[in-house]
């Protein structure tokens, strides 16, 4: 058994002070555990060598008692007097003493009273008005836990990745769609703006009365329990990846205004609402008003930006980064990429590196999804760690593509690689060979711990060689578990723009690279743009819709990604950009 670390030996003992606490303990008990706590998290020594040591009770604050805890911890994995101790109270009351205005002899209270053993649970309990109940509570006690539960949840919700929740929530929408009495109905929040996390998923939905609506929502069989249910809102939680799911449902002449409210982000709102001000207007979910009262008919978004005088905003660009003065003025692209305008799907791995799926099953997958061409680009040779093509291998492997190309009508294999780009900027393959490709992106795997001016010119050196044609995943950053290696990004960006290098939107969700702002950098200086899938399984060319949403964040417009084009124009421009 791996040995708990640092941070969970921290929170044990912290957690050992609330129980000490919650059972009514002497004070200056419960307050050893957290000064240990506090010993232990200012520590910059290792652990487990104090431990070995026999130092570990010499340290301030950490008698011996406290010691041989931390020792039975580490050396267990377990501690026999905290799972007593937690088993000696109600399950749940250390989830619940994280609350803000709830303690721990509260927290004893109400679990024992109502049964409640979670945040969820308490959250339904206040909803009910069962807290008030409870002596020592009342009406104003609920307020302020439900706002207390709220401000745990923003702290305490993890986000997950777009390409995590995305599919989760339009399987569910799409559900929500047939519900009897639904008229129209759409996702909102971040995961409409195609942010690279979301919290929570917001479902808006328009119907004559929400009533049944809530009652079918909540008997889905994705929901793994009620959190609470109002007139206009319905909140669950789902058994997968236990997510947060918040159904509004509004008339349908509120719709719009509704889910324009509930799409965001808040600093786009701000500026509106300060816009319909000058207008004599308010906007609110619940539709738009003249100073006099009077309702105004918002049939859709559009209505809504038009009775601002400005162009339709797409929910991707509404983060006040300049998108509402270009609508004011006219200038809002209004040809941003969409998924009919792709031909192709850039960036695709087989068995024959690391891949899961064969070179058929790839095309086949493709073909489904109604792409003309699919770039396979393996790893390269020193890519040993991930399969990386040898050159004979990867000539083997053209003769295979041929045969596919020959047996899956509708969609073409390009000859492709992904090539290391060397701790040199070299590339890992001759030119010979380099020559031959159809397409040649140029990606960093290994030393990303090089520092910025050795990243920046490593990528500039790449860009000297002729045959490479995009860079891919250019800032090698992995959500949430890498930071981007440092780099020079104007002048690698200045760089591209000078020798026709094209740059990869990648949509392997954990990387989403470039990111929002690079993409819109690049697009000022003029450089092309590929919308990848990075897929090495079939089901991965599906990421391709998550590098479509971080180009449109980017305001990417259809001219200047280069898969929107056929295959033999991708393949002609990749070279001709090149040339120039």
């Not at 301030?60 to 805890?69: H, V």
């Not at 000539?395 to 492709?416: A, F, M, P, T, Y």
Request: proline residues 4%; aromatic residues 4%; glycine residues 8%.
């Amino acid at each position: 058994m791996k040995p708990p670390d640092k941070a969970t030996v921290i929170q044990v003992l912290r957690d050992i002070s609330l129980l000490l606490q919650m059972k009514g303990e002497n004070p200056f008990r419960s307050r050893a555990y957290d000064s240990a706590a506090d010993r232990l998290a200012g520590l910059s020594e290792d652990l487990g060598a104090l431990l070995r040591d026999g130092r570990l009770q010499e340290l301030p604050g950490i008698g011996q008692a406290i010691a041989d805890k931390v020792s039975e911890l580490l050396t267990t994995g377990r501690l026999a007097s905290y799972e007593a101790l937690r088993a000696e109270l109600p399950a749940g009351v250390l989830e619940l003493v994280r609350v803000p205005e709830l303690g721990p002899k509260k927290a004893v209270l109400l679990a024992r009273q109502l049964g409640v053993d979670s945040v969820d649970a308490l959250e339904k309990a206040c909803r009910e008005g069962r807290v008030r109940q409870v002596a020592g509570f009342g009406e104003k006690s609920e307020a302020n836990l439900l706002a207390g539960i709220e401000l745990y949840r923003r702290s305490n919700n993890p986000r997950r990745l777009l390409g995590e929740v995305l599919p989760v929530a339009e399987r569910l929408l799409a559900s929500v769609q047939t519900l009897p009495g639904v008229i129209r109905a759409s996702v909102g929040g971040s995961l409409r703006r195609r942010a690279e996390t979301v919290g929570d998923v917001d479902l808006i939905a328009s119907a004559a009365g929400a009533s049944a609506v809530f009652d079918a929502f909540c008997a889905a069989p994705e929901v793994a329990h009620v959190i609470g249910r109002g007139e206009s809102k319905c909140s669950v939680r789902l058994h997968e990846k236990d997510l947060q799911v918040d159904l509004r449902v509004l008339p349908d002449e509120d719709f719009a205004t509704a889910l324009h409210h509930f799409t965001g982000s808040r600093a786009h709102h701000v500026r509106l609402r300060g816009l319909a001000q000058e207008r004599g207007l308010k906007i609110s979910e619940w539709g738009v008003h003249r100073a006099d009262g009077t309702k105004l008919h918002v049939p859709d978004e559009a209505a809504l930006y038009r009775l601002l005088d400005m162009q339709y905003i797409p929910p991707e660009l509404r983060e006040d980064t300049g998108e509402i003065e270009a609508a004011l003025a006219g200038k809002l692209p209004e040809d941003l990429v969409t998924w009919e305008d792709l031909q192709g799907a850039v960036h695709a791995h087989s068995t024959w590196s690391d891949g899961k799926n064969s070179l058929e099953e790839m095309a086949r997958a493709a073909q489904a999804l109604g792409l003309k061409f699919l770039t396979v680009t393996e790893h390269s040779q020193a890519s040993i760690y991930a399969g990386g093509l040898k050159e004979d291998d990867l000539r083997r492997q053209w003769e295979e593509i041929d045969r596919v190309n020959d047996s899956v009508k509708g969609v073409r294999l390009l000859k492709g690689i992904e090539v290391d780009i060397l701790e040199s900027g070299a590339l890992d393959y001759t030119d010979a060979v380099l020559e031959q490709l159809e397409v040649v992106i140029g990606s960093v795997h290994v030393r990303h711990g090089m520092d910025e001016d050795q990243m920046t010119r490593r990528l500039l050196k790449a860009f000297d060689n002729p045959h490479l044609h995009i860079l891919g995943h250019p800032t090698g950053r992995m959500l949430p578990s890498r930071e981007p290696y440092p780099l020079r990004m104007e002048e690698v960006l200045d760089k591209a723009a000078e020798r026709g290098v094209v740059v990869e939107v990648n949509g392997k969700p954990e990387r989403l690279d470039l990111k929002t702002e690079h993409v819109r950098m690049a697009l000022e200086r003029g450089v092309k743009l590929v919308v990848s899938c990075d897929a090495h399984r079939a089901v991965d060319l599906g990421n391709l819709a998550f590098s479509l949403g971080t180009a449109r964040r980017g305001w990417a417009r259809r001219g200047d990604v280069l898969n929107t084009l056929s295959a033999e124009q991708f393949i002609a421009t990749l070279r001709k950009q090149r040339a120039a």
